[in-house]
């Protein structure tokens, strides 16, 4: 069995791999993707590995997948009973889960990626942030965290009583905004915030984290 | 076995529910919900249905579940021995599979949707298409496309050898760009212009597409 992961440290669809095939305590290469040099863009990297010139690629011997939580899926059904269970058995409680995943990519993942690209990333890049955009999704993201917080007032996790790819899928994009001032609205629901504390401090993720550079 | 589907005829969310009910040829009662008088709104449809306030939502006995990607994985999965099989019982076939459910979800729903909302909606209450993003959008559409494009010379559908929920995913945004100025984006690519004709032309979505007013 040989699995390999391509990407780049610090990209939040990589490192939302990573988180997975850590909780799993799974062996696999990783293989850096060098973004700055668009490795990712090369007639090669797009004919063998992904398409759209994206990261992270996942293989698993003679299998290559693409699209961050896709690979998280394969990896937890495949290796079911290695590391954390990711995923419910049951098909009620899966499919509550399954809500939360799609409430994750497209509710929480749009909102919180332009705010991480304005808050976080824009400065990084030597650009301005614009201030207009981030008032904006910051509007989108409230009621979004009132669901939650209402939501973990019913379950310890969002996507029933366990964590699993439901939770996980949130970590890349949680962990960024945390040591921005859209903490505070993290902070100002409870439930949430613990929430967001408690999978945050996971060995699995504090594993990835501990990737990116000082 | 009581199935029932709340939704609003029109909402490419709530069609895309149908489609997979329609394919699976099962009974079930419709409940029609009034966009125009917030009745998704109201304190009771969000406590009792959806907190976000939106269609559809299913259920199944004492299971409800919203997130129309979600609702269809339930109905394919739970349904697997009724009408046209919709996903793959194969691992490496289901995780392909799944990689173009992502592809759809992440790519083309989110340009799509926002063409449609430009060039289909805004007309209809009484709102001015913004060509600027029209054309911003349209040049984000071609290189997905493109992409279809090269799979569909790979394998008949996107997911595989033969339809399932990562084609039929498509169908609301599909039929609603096939009336406007975008479909010759899909017409100058053959074999993408092959696919969306003829998982369009399926009954199932005929029958939903036929829930439109004249």
């Known amino acids: ?12 669809a990589t490192f939302r791999a990573l988180a997975a095939l850590y909780e799993k305590d799974l062996d696999f290469d990783f293989v850096p993707v060098n973004l700055s040099d668009k490795e990712n863009k090369s007639p090669q990297f797009l004919a063998d590995h992904n398409p759209f010139g994206q990261v992270p690629v ?44 799609e409430v994750e990519a497209q509710k929480f993942d749009p909102t919180t990626s332009k705010l991480g690209w304005e808050i976080v990333l824009k400065p990084i890049f030597g650009m301005t942030t614009d201030e207009s955009v981030v008032a904006e999704f910051l509007k989108k993201l409230e009621p979004v965290l009132d669901v939650y917080e209402k939501r973990l007032t019913e379950c310890k996790y969002l996507g029933g009583d366990s964590f699993t790819l439901a939770d996980l899928h949130h970590l890349p994009n949680l962990h960024y905004l945390m040591g921005t ?15 967001a504390s408690d999978i945050l401090s996971r060995p699995a993720w504090v594993k990835v984290a501990s990737m990116l550079p000082k």
Chains 1, 2 share one sequence.
């Open 1 to 12: 069995m040989a699995l390999k992961l391509r990407g780049t440290v610090g990209s939040s």
């Open 181 to 195: 001032k859209v903490k505070s609205l993290f902070d100002a629901r409870p439930h949430v915030s613990a929430w």
């Open 58 to 101: 996942f293989e698993h011997d003679d299998l290559k997948l693409f699209e961050s939580r896709a690979i998280t899926k394969y990896v937890a059904e495949t290796f079911a009973d290695k590391g954390t269970s990711l995923i419910y058995k049951d098909p009620k409680k899966s499919a509550i889960q399954t809500v939360w995943m």
